[in-house]
């Protein structure tokens, strides 16, 4: 099976992206049964997705799961949907890395509203929380680079009729990017990359 | 330099305390110029420091740092102070482990309202912040065994004009024990013991 | 304009709701242009949207304004999108009042995944912070009743081409709910009533 | 009874102080058996304890009853005690109104640590709760002006023996102060005004 895993570069604040560490790190795992492949995407609106439309035809894999920073959660969430909208607020108050601050527009236009992301995520989630990594499926991917990529990687794949499973994971903030920040939890990049090689395995069982 | 490190035992629902596993593991290191002793305080108010009070005559220390979980903080958090109450409301709403449940008492009658720990509690925070690990001072231990604990051992430390420097150091839940909690913020135990050793070398240089 | 607005019984633990409140209060307002009719729905699955397009058919309005308690938030929060999902957790966790608990299942089997309100959200967003009242447009009205009632009217109104317009609108806790859980954010009747009457102005003008 | 109740003028970032508004309507309440005195106090570290030592003196009130406004609780909270110290953060990170930002210094060299305060909170948030308001003992005060005006109010009485009754009570933002901040929990000024009552009631009955 190959799965194409996708994290994002640095965004707003941030002067790492945990995302692009551990997509690094994945590259050089050896996992029975899975020919994993990367890509670092921009954090740029329509951008993210285009990038990685690119990948996904140059890869051709059987999975894409996306992987993004929330900063504000604690627990590793699997998305559920993707929603057709992109505006600014909150994490992305500060726009994307090319300074774009969208306002409630689509992402494009006369798409579906919503597209449910087809990995498994009940699996994803027990299985983290059965090995003692904190877990839970978020109901939203937010309105910014995340679910932009989300989105418009679930449309892309619905309109050509593909078999590819896709989704979208968000990890917590690590330490070292909340040092000075005592009111945001964390989760180390330790914890997260068990978590992303619990994900894997289950991706591959099911 | 000698120091003392004291943990908890498990209480209320919870299956395991990370400050037992982490007195446990320091136990065992081998740090310049530290002395390292152990010991692990029953969940009972008044017993707890006691049973402290103990283990510092037996050992005579310089320093008594006490660990303790604060089950929703996402920071390592010094304890600014002790207070003169025992009240149990929040996490301890199940009561100690011996099922006792005072209500806004004093732990000491006519003891001093609250003292101030005698750690280096800035330099401490300094350090955690600038190796990449949440930390920030805190301004209440709560009203359960920690505040005892940090309380009753700060009487004792002024009562005998002793030298002894004590204070109290919260550390927020592992990953484990949230699991099935995911918007309770988390740290590893591996992060939780990178942390200590950074609090025993601050306390050894000031 | 003739808008009916839908209220629910109260759930869970909850002894009361402020939305079935709030419908009863505005049952007697007069305000110029708009013809108030009110119903209050049954915290039950499938058949809160059952209840309201009964209401919907008998009274025939041209806009639908669902309102719900969400305990925890602290602001007005107009709901982005229903979406095709029932799962029970969080404040669902005791299930439905028929004490069904649904597990990650579809509310109509081969709906669309997600669909857009169609109330003028940002408008009312606005007006409600201009006037002094926290609000923010919300990405998820959940996988309970709220998002069931949402959902559901929303397919009703597209599947007859319908030019009704529908949305939903979170209220945070009243304080008499809380009282005794004094983390929980709260907003009193009298302020919810005051934005509910923005909001109904809102809606006559967009 | 004579019941002296201190507010505090804006800081920081808030154009409006819930606390200064409360004091100016209660100046005008009838309540049997109550005089009420009024004082709204700088908020500059030391002169906001001052300008109430000097308004203690003029008026000889039998009770002192301070009020803040906590931005970010959600409930009424009567503090325990206050600290011997002055620290800008959170709140305070800009500062009070003269620019001053004390670095974990004691408010007055030599003083006690902490000092419990002296009205009957316990009654007090047992009376808030049954009328549907919600409040709890807090355990900190914070390391601001509020600390400051209940810690030196405090040794103040006690330093000369007196009988005066002192205490802090904090109140949450209102919504017009966080209508922008829509994770920030409020209390109405109604509300905050119908705790003032009930907490004067208290006050006046034990």
Chains 1, 2, 3, 4 share one sequence.
Not at 17 to 43: F, S
Not at 52 to 77: H, M
Not at 156 to 172: D, M, N, T
Request: charge should be negative; aromatic fraction near 4%.
């Amino acid at each position: 099976m190959k799965i194409l895993i996708s994290g994002f570069e640095p965004f707003g604040k941030l002067e790492s992206n945990p995302t692009e560490a551990l997509v690094k790190e994945a590259a050089d795992w050896k996992i029975e049964g899975i020919d994993i492949r990367t890509v670092v995407l921009p954090v740029v609106y329509r951008e993210c997705a285009a990038r990685l439309q690119e990948e996904i035809e140059a890869v051709k894999p059987d999975v894409v799961l996306s992987l993004g920073v929330a900063v504000g959660r604690s627990a590793v969430t699997p998305e559920r949907i993707g929603i057709n909208v992109q505006h600014t607020e909150g994490e992305g108050k500060f726009g994307d890395n090319s300074g774009r601050k969208p306002d409630n527009e689509p992402l494009i236009e006369g798409g579906p509203d919503g597209l449910f992301a087809t990995l498994p995520n009940r699996e994803i989630t027990r299985a983290l929380t059965d090995s003692g990594i904190p877990a839970q499926i978020s109901n939203s991917a937010g309105t910014y680079i995340c679910n932009n990529t989300l989105y418009e990687t679930l449309c892309y794949v619905r309109e050509r009729g593909s078999q590819i499973k896709a989704g979208f994971i968000h990890v917590p903030a690590t330490p070292e990017m909340a040092s000075h920040t005592p009111h945001v939890p964390t989760m180390s990049l330790d914890v997260q990359a068990k978590a992303l090689k619990t994900i894997l395995t289950v991706i591959r069982e099911n």
